[in-house]
């Protein structure tokens, strides 16, 4: 986590080994004990990020209800509720992939796991299988805009307006 902060508020650049040792109240060598090299480090935050940040979140929502339509609602207010430390470590990571192969491989898998996971809980609330996964797509790329609006200063979206957009989200199909 203390990796994933840096990254949050400094970028890749930002994650050093002997500044998080120093940090964390550990020495060099008792780091590197966990983590041979930095390269394994930043493997392991971008794992442990689409841990938290994905499987979890999905486990977590699919336990808070059966009903399709109310684990999308939950969905909605948790993940677009306004967290800046996870603002800024969902912005990094994208912007770290931009210059870094493999952790675009990594996004773009933690993008289609999301997306399906939207789609499926619209079909589950009786979305066609096609519009669901365009509203889905819809959903997830109004939640990237809104890290990104909320950490330039935008005021986050109100509870109102998230419930508006996913009942949208779950209105008849035109």
Known sequence: MAALSALGTSGVQGVRVETLAKQLGVTKGSFYHHFAKRQVLLDRMVAYWQRIATEQVI???????????????????????????????????REWAASAPGVAEMVSQVDEQRIGYVAELLRGAGIPADVALSRAHLMYRALIGEYTWRRHGGEPLSKAALLDMVALLLGPSA
């Open 59 to 93: 486990e977590e929502t699919n336990a808070s209800t059966v009903d399709a339509r109310e684990r999308l609602r939950n969905l909605a207010l948790f993940v677009f509720e306004a967290r800046e430390d996870f603002d800024n470590i969902e912005s990094a990571i």
